[in-house]
């Protein structure tokens, strides 16, 4: 079955259509979106340590929120469905409220320093009570109170382009990057300090 329009429904492809756009996107309209996970998204959300997950009421209310953890916190469970553990937060219960009427849902997933984002359209759930699948999905090095699991099924994806992502690293990228740099100063500065010893103990 064609997922097209799932990505572009009806009204997107008319709005495509009249504004010009509709030959670029007419090929990814007749073959569909992938739907599975592929080698590339698995690397891809390995590697993400925030997202951003959008939901709605019954009526069609959107609502979107952050979600973070350590580097990896979402996890293929299988090659169509992601997972991630839902920790202690305000209590509001906004996300759980809509999924317990709108199964409906989306992913977005930027990473700024690589400039690269990847849309998810599906359905989630709320599990309640299955510590063994908690306990698969939570890093427990994190400092977090799992209370709950929440399954993303997978209906499509897409990976968006760069255009006005403005590139941003976190402090653990910069120190990576800049390791070199820093044990090359360590080394001159001790090395600065032993010079100077020496010229002291020579005058």
């Known amino acids: 079955m064609n997922n097209a329009s799932i990505v572009f429904t009806p009204a997107a492809q008319q709005a495509q259509a009249e504004r010009g756009s ?7 309209v007749a073959e569909g979106f992938p739907d599975t996970v592929t080698p590339e998204l698995a690397a891809f959300i390995a590697e993400q340590d925030t997202a951003f997950l959008a939901t709605a ?4 209310a959107p609502y979107i929120q952050h979600r973070g953890g350590p580097k990896g916190f979402i996890k293929v469970v299988d ?5 991630f553990a839902d ?26 320093a690589r400039r690269q984002r990847i849309k998810l359209w599906g359905r989630a ?9 908690v306990e698969r999905l939570f890093d427990a090095a994190y400092k977090a109170k799992p209370e709950r699991a929440i399954l993303f ?3 499509a994806w897409d990976v968006n382009c760069s255009q006005h992502i403005v590139t941003r690293f ?9 390791g ?18 020496l010229l002291a103990v020579g005058r």
């Open 125 to 133: 759930r709320v599990v309640e009570n299955d510590a063994a699948l």
């Open 22 to 28: 509709a030959r670029a996107y007419a090929q990814r």
């Open 79 to 83: 090659d169509k469905t992601l997972g």
């Open 87 to 112: 920790y202690r937060g305000n209590r509001q219960y906004i996300t759980l409220a809509n999924l317990s009427e709108n199964d409906r849902a989306y992913l977005f997933l930027l990473d700024p």
């Open 153 to 155: 099924s997978i209906e």
């Open 57 to 60: 009421t019954k009526e069609g």
């Open 170 to 178: 976190t402090e653990a990228e910069i120190a990576e990057a800049m």
């Open 180 to 197: 070199g740099v820093t044990r090359k100063i360590a080394e001159l500065e001790a090395e600065n300090a032993r010079l100077r010893s």
